[in-house]
């Protein structure tokens, strides 16, 4: 398989992934029809992984989209993230469901769980793979408004594909809310 035959389904299964969040959102706007809270809130950052089967290390920009399905308790995170390592790209695409809870006024914690899609080119080599994540997710808000503020989300992996492959990793970054 060419390495652009594999980016065309990369693209294509990323496009399934927004499409099922994209579905999705007009309950959400319904419920926000009558709240003050955001529509959606924007992550965008910096993204690093760590292997548990060969010690490798990559780093990439991250970016997802999070929204409320239910009010206070169920968040609906799509994310992708483009990791780098010597001789190696991977993208992955995620859909994470999390619990949010108030810590205080200004941090909210929201462990999660989901799937994850990840497409890894090394040389002239292809491997598609789906994997299951769980997340951490910390958001400090600095003001009461919650417009901007900034997050830190640590994530284990296990993969199903080939290898099995394990990994620990975090990405930190920017929120935006989105009205």
């Known amino acids: 398989m060419s390495a652009d035959y594999g980016l065309v389904r990369a693209l294509a299964r990323g496009k399934m992934l927004l499409g099922v969040v994209a579905a999705s959102m007009p309950l959400t706007a319904m419920a926000f029809a009558q709240d003050k809270d955001p529509f959606a809130v924007v992550e965008l950052g910096a993204a690093g992984e760590w292997s548990r ?13 999070e929204f409320s399905s239910v009010k206070n308790w169920l968040e609906i995170e799509a994310g992708v993230t483009t990791l780098f390592s010597r001789g190696q790209t991977e993208w992955s ?5 999390k619990k949010p809870f ?4 200004s941090v909210e914690f929201e462990p999660g ?11 002239r080599r292809t491997v598609d793979s789906v994997a299951a994540e769980v997340v951490a997710d910390f958001m400090f808000w600095p003001t009461t408004d919650r ?7 640590p994530t284990y992996s296990y993969g199903f594909g080939n290898g099995d492959g394990r990994s620990f990793g975090v990405s930190a970054g920017l929120l935006i809310a989105i009205p």
Do not use: R
Request: charge should be negative; charged fraction near 10%; glycine fraction near 12%.
């Open 102 to 105: 108030d810590l205080s006024p």
């Open 147 to 153: 417009k901007y503020g900034w997050f830190v989300e």
């Open 113 to 123: 769980i989901g799937p994850a899609w990840i497409h890894s080119t090394a040389g």
């Open 93 to 97: 695409a995620d859909l994470v469901f």
């Open 53 to 65: 089967n060969d010690a490798g290390s990559s780093l990439g920009p991250a970016a997802a989209v």
